[in-house]
């Protein structure tokens, strides 16, 4: 499936440099804020942005798939699949504009756009990609006083918490996806 040129250069938009204020004149960044703020809140045809976004998903998945049990970017249910889901009610309703994920989660949570619990799935996932990076660079749970730590920076009681805690954000965010694309979202 080809994904349109225009969703494709509006998604590197929202993705790198979000209503970001740059270095120079103030008119120069409010200049630059307007035009950004003009392209993400263009009219779209919902149906087709949809689409694009489930095909660039779907082929990403296709050639990145998550590294290990504890990727909590990659895996299906995953950030990756929360900063598409984000970012197509970002482009469709031109609400929620924030560059930052977790932000733009809340916003999208008080709008009643996304379930209750997509914002507490965000969190979790977010600490856990950080305390993976620093405990468990292989992805995989790490034994002992590791696996204790990581737990511990997730706000987990332990191992068998944490790994029930992901399972547990990845199904948030696999039934926000079910709710915004009517269309489910398989995570094993």
């Known amino acids: 499936m080809t994904i349109s040129a225009p969703f494709r250069d509006t998604i590197s938009l929202i993705g790198n440099t979000p209503l970001v204020r740059l270095a120079g004149p103030s008119e120069a960044a409010l200049a630059l804020e307007g035009i950004l703020h003009d392209v993400l809140t263009m009219p779209r045809d919902p149906a087709r942005l949809r689409q694009d976004v489930q095909a660039m998903r779907a082929e990403m998945a296709l050639h990145k798939p998550p590294k290990g049990p504890l990727d909590a970017k990659l895996l299906r249910g995953g950030l990756v ?60 749970l ?6 204790e730590v990581l737990a ?25 996806w079910q709710s915004v694309f009517d269309q489910p979202l398989e995570i094993e």
Do not use: M, N, W, Y
Request: hydrophobic share 45%; glycine share 8%.
């Open 81 to 140: 699949d929360l900063e598409f889901l984000v970012h197509f009610l970002q482009l469709r309703d031109g609400t929620a504009l924030s560059p930052r994920l977790g932000e733009a989660c809340c916003e999208l949570e008080d709008a009643g756009l996304v379930p209750a619990d997509t914002v507490q799935a965000h969190d979790f996932l977010t600490r856990l990609i950080i305390g993976v990076r620093l405990l468990a660079p292989d992805l995989e």
């Open 152 to 176: 511990g920076a997730c706000h987990c009681s332990g191992p068998k918490s944490l790994l029930r805690s992901l399972t547990e954000a990845r199904q948030s965010v696999a039934d926000a």
């Open 142 to 147: 790490p034994d002992g006083a590791a696996a």
